[in-house]
């Protein structure tokens, strides 16, 4: 289903098509975060892409569960934006040599997923509370409430230690 093709009528149609999105999307980052902790150097980084990950696979069995309270079968939506992060995330680590360097570059890329999500997430809470789906956005809350702990560790990681140790390189 394209984005805005005569399958979406109505808000809740429109609601739909942003859950499944985002069910996709999530599935992607979770195939994506082992490469991502297999090319990362710092242990720090590391650590936070594997918190990152079992989280992520938590985010999912929340979806299911949204799925499941609004009487739907779980079903993803491929979401060209989160194709186009993961695919510039993997560009720009296959071009970078030196391991510093790298986990400068898949930090950023973290970031732009994690921002992906955020704005997510922020429209989903706003149309399920809309649409009276109120257990749907308590559950999306807790899950927001994970993608910006994520960016702000990042952020943190990155203006501490991984941008100094990048310059150095
Ligand atoms: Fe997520
Ligand atoms: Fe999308
Ligand atoms: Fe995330």
New binding site residues.
Partial sequence: MGLFTKDIETFEDLYQHQLQDIYYA?QQ?TKALPKMIAKATDPQLRAGFETHLR??EN?IARLDRVFALEGHTPKGATCPAIDGIIKEANEVAGEVSDKSVLDAALTAAAQAVEHY?IARYGTLIAWAKQLGHHESAALYAE?LE??KATDAKLTLMAESKLNAEAELA
Avoid: L, P, V
């Fill in positions: 999530e980052i989280e992520t985010q999500e899950t994970e993608e």
